[in-house]
């Protein structure tokens, strides 16, 4: 099993940052890759980033130019640093990770983006 716990979500202005963080504990051997998600209200949740364990990335277009992951493998950490924040990135993200052939999500923090 593997628990991942979020966060670092809250409210921002429009143009501000957050940065989010995804903790992994438990059996992590094996853990590849790792992801956010997002669901807004009446959405269906959506792939924001991903990160390889070599530590190739992939995102949302999007997001693309605003958002970066990263990770930490020694803190068992992934990162979501979010820049130049939207009103349209308000949702709940979520951290993700498949583990071979099982996906593991985390509860999910609240983002919010309003003036």
């Known amino acids: 099993q593997v628990q991942l716990v979020e966060s670092g979500g809250g409210l921002v202005q429009p143009g501000g940052s957050l940065r989010l963080s995804c903790a992994a504990s438990?059996?992590?051997?094996?853990?590849?890759?790792r992801a956010w998600y997002r669901q807004a209200p009446g959405k269906q949740r959506e792939l924001v980033a991903t990160i390889t364990s070599g530590g190739s990335t992939d995102y949302a277009d999007s997001v693309k130019g605003r958002f970066t992951i990263s990770r930490d493998n020694a803190k068992n950490t992934v990162y979501l640093q979010m820049n130049n924040l939207k009103p349209e990135d308000t949702a709940v993200y979520y951290c993700?990770?498949?583990?071979?052939?099982?996906?593991?999500w985390g509860r999910g923090t609240q983002v919010t983006v309003s003036s």
């Open positions: 438990g059996s992590i051997f094996g853990i590849n890759p």
């Open positions: 993700h990770a498949a583990q071979f052939g099982l996906n593991y």
